[in-house]
């Protein structure tokens, strides 16, 4: 049985005290025990959160993290290793903006998906289509590849410690959402490409949707069988709203 995610991706948002609000809401939420629940700060926020959250039960992860495990000569990143020791868990992996904006490529997210694993985060790989490729026809050739590429380098059982999150890029902070039913094709598409490998990782996978949920659509999209949660952007950054994201994937 598969347990129901939120992960709320804050982005480059926040300021200390905008996050020290953020946290109070948080702590006040009301939270399922059913439901896994963790957000993703700033690199600069990560080590006020953990603090801010100890005993929540709300893991904090990291966006980005180093193509090497080590800490070591690599200014301006930080090191999966360091992340681990402040007290993280997990690590988003391909970003649409980051493979888009900073042009992270296949190979550079292999490197950040293997360190990560090695420091023991548990990565959260986004994978997803632009318009023009679902335009194209090309929904699912691209998020095939964009998962053979770590399939194929790590293997299926890698994926029994780490996350997807279907992102479709066209869908992410602009409003337009997936419907239920586009969301739930590409999900058991993703399982099935698992499945061909390894049945169990695939039956245990957890994929998350993103791209502009909301508390008001959040229901329907985690009603859907391969729906296991969800990855917040803007939503993320009011926790009356997150809350009631994260309810909606408890029910
Ligand atoms: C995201 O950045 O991962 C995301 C899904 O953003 P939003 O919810 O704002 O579309």
């Not at 702590?27 to 926020?45: D, G, I, T």
């Not at 279907?166 to 094709?185: C, F, H, K, N, R």
């Not at 058991?188 to 909301?214: H, M, P």
Request: with cysteine; charged share 20%.
């Amino acid at each position: 049985m598969r347990r129901p995610m939120v992960a709320g991706n804050w982005k480059m948002h926040g300021t200390r005290a905008g996050v020290a609000e953020l946290l109070e809401g948080l702590n006040n939420m009301p939270m399922s025990s059913e439901v896994e629940v963790a957000v993703f700060p700033s690199a600069l926020h990560v080590a006020q959160v953990i603090d801010g959250l100890e005993g929540s039960g709300i893991a904090v992860g990291a966006q980005n993290s180093a193509i090497q495990s080590e800490q070591g000569a690599l200014t301006g990143e930080v090191a999966p290793s360091q992340l681990a020791e402040t007290g993280c868990k997990l690590v988003l992996v391909g970003h649409s903006e980051r493979r888009q904006i900073i042009g992270e490529s296949e190979e550079v997210l292999q490197q950040k998906f293997a360190a990560a694993q090695a420091c023991g985060l548990k990565p959260v790989l986004c994978v997803g289509e632009t318009l023009e490729e679902r335009e194209a026809g090309k929904t699912l050739e691209v998020v095939g590849r964009q998962l053979s590429s770590i399939i194929e380098a790590f293997g299926v059982a890698a994926f029994a410690n780490a996350v997807v999150a279907y992102e479709p890029v066209w869908a992410i902070g602009t409003g337009l959402t997936a419907s239920p039913q586009q969301a739930q094709d590409v999900h058991a598409a993703i399982r099935a490409q698992f499945a061909t490998k390894d049945a169990e990782v695939a039956a245990n996978l957890q994929l998350l949707y993103g791209g502009s949920v909301k508390a008001a659509n959040a229901a329907e999209l985690f009603g859907m069988p391969d729906i296991d949660g969800g990855l917040i952007g803007g939503a993320s950054l009011n926790a009356d709203e997150f809350g009631a994201i994260c309810r909606a994937a408890g029910n």
